[in-house]
């Protein structure tokens, strides 16, 4: 049974996504605050953390970075703030998606669901794959980007587009089909994500940033 933590100061809250959860088979732990958070993940494991932002004793953001010096489990931040600061802070920390409240106990579910599958299927690479333009150096089986020979941090979600795009380079790749592949073919996020992890990407990789090139009403293209 697949094992979920539910850290939000709402009790609210906690129940509705406890009812929903468990409905759907889940094994469902509940936490508070942000220190509770990390406490449980330090005695136990879980397949996914749903994370509230705000809270008392420790603020979402720090309780995922506090988590992550641990263990590398997937988290879906909750937050009543959808700006885009809020949600490129979160996915510099390596969150995995970001839910704006008020929010669909039925579509959060289905989040779960998708990141759940993304990070239990990953492909094992047999043979290092290196793609090298100028001081970019993309290794895919060491999982690891570097920038005029510095190693540059991704989230999990930013080595897989990039690596996608990589791997694809110099074809015109519309938003629909990059949404497909990185987020999974049940997806219910807004687009946007994907525009917010471009410029992630960009501002990563430096001067390189000219190899992710925007088609205008299409998508992007990786040229190099």
């Not at 579509?107 to 669901?113: D, F, G, I, N, S």
């Amino acid at each position: 049974m697949r094992k979920i933590l539910v850290v939000d100061d709402e009790e609210k809250i906690r129940a509705i996504i406890r009812k929903y959860g468990e409905f759907e088979g889940y094994d469902i732990t509940e936490a508070q605050d942000g220190m509770e958070a990390v406490r449980l993940c330090k005695e136990q494991d879980f397949d996914v953390i749903i994370l509230d932002v705000m809270m008392p004793e420790l603020d979402g953001f720090s309780a995922c970075r506090e988590i992550r010096k641990i263990k590398r489990i997937p988290v879906i931040m909750l937050s009543a703030r959808g700006e885009e600061y809020d949600k490129i802070h979160g996915f510099e920390l390596g969150i995995d998606d970001y839910v704006v409240k008020p929010f669909s106990p039925k579509e959060l579910m289905m989040r779960v669901k998708v990141v759940i599958e993304r990070n239990s299927g990953r492909e094992l690479v047999t043979e290092h794959e290196i793609f090298s333009a100028e001081g970019l150096c993309v290794d895919f089986t060491g999982r690891t980007v570097s920038v005029d020979g510095r190693r540059v941090e991704l989230s999990p979600k930013e080595y897989e587009l990039l690596f996608y795009l990589v791997r694809n380079r110099n074809i015109a790749l519309e938003r629909e089909k990059l949404i497909t592949e990185v987020w999974g073919y049940d997806y219910y996020g807004d687009d946007r994500t994907l525009d917010t992890h471009i410029k992630l990407l960009r501002s990563s990789l430096g001067e390189y940033r000219k190899f992710l090139v925007t088609l205008r009403g299409v998508g992007y293209r990786f040229e190099a």
